[in-house]
């Protein structure tokens, strides 16, 4: 089993930038494709982006596309996702996931589940 635990969330006005950090623990976080996934009150958890084991991939959501970056440092065993031009619907928890398979897009997908970190816009 891995164990996932995101820091980095903060509150933050429309425009700005945050720096999301998922720490890996247990299995190295290289045998996982790894993912990020948010949730806003009362709506169900959505997919963010994506990253292949290596980091030679990756795919995101086009409500974040050119906004957000996943990479990973397989070496600390350490994922990021760097979070350009917030906007105020950009709110919401954010989850980091690690999954058998890399790339996908659904959380039944993903098997390991950080607790999440809160991401506040403010306009």
């Known amino acids: 089993q891995v164990q996932l635990l995101e820091s980095g969330g903060g509150s933050v006005q429309a425009g700005g930038s945050l720096r999301l950090s998922c720490a890996a623990s247990g299995r190295m976080l290289s045998r996982y494709g790894m993912g990020w996934f948010r949730q806003a009150p009362g709506k169900e958890r959505e997919f963010v982006s994506a990253i292949s084991r290596s980091g030679g991939s990756t795919r995101s959501a086009d409500s974040v596309k050119g906004r957000f970056t996943i990479s990973r440092d397989n070496a600390k065993n350490m994922g990021y996702l760097q979070m350009n031009s917030l906007k105020p619907e950009d709110t919401a928890v954010y989850f980091c996931?690690?999954?058998?398979?890399?790339?996908?897009?659904?959380?039944?997908?993903?098997?390991?589940w950080g607790q999440g970190t809160q991401v506040t816009v403010s306009s």
């Open positions: 996931a690690a999954s058998d398979s890399w790339l996908v897009v659904q959380a039944a997908e993903y098997d390991f």
